[in-house]
């Protein structure tokens, strides 16, 4: 199995910038992609980012393409969420999920526990 833990969430004014990590371990040679979804209270879970571990290509959810910027760090085995230009409304928990890529919350198999990310007006 593959665990992940992520860091970095926390209060940033809007406008603000923040950078979350998520750090992969044990069986990730069986993951093929690193996505990062969040969740607000009473919302579903909304996937924003996803990258291939190999190489490298990125996609992005309408909501943050050109505010967020997923990259990875293979020797470290570490995923970052670069977020730019927050917004109150990006207030939420942010979770990152290895497994076979795509944008759907339930193909991913591995999650991290969440780090909260909150957007002050």
């Known amino acids: 199995q593959a665990q992940l833990v992520e860091s970095g969430g926390g209060l940033v004014q809007a406008g603000g910038s923040l950078t979350l990590s998520c750090a992969a371990s044990g069986r990730t040679s069986t993951t093929y992609a690193m996505a990062w979804f969040r969740q607000a209270p009473g919302k579903e879970r909304e996937f924003l980012a996803v990258i291939s571990w190999n190489t490298g290509a990125a996609y992005y959810a309408d909501s943050v393409k050109g505010r967020f910027t997923v990259s990875r760090e293979n020797a470290k085995k570490t995923v970052y969420l670069q977020m730019n230009s927050l917004k109150p409304e990006d207030t939420a928990v942010y979770y990152c999920?290895?497994?076979?890529?795509?944008?759907?919350?339930?193909?991913?198999?591995?999650w991290g526990q969440g780090t909260q990310v909150n957007v002050s007006s």
């Open positions: 999920a290895a497994g076979p890529g795509g944008t759907s919350a339930y193909v991913y198999s591995y």
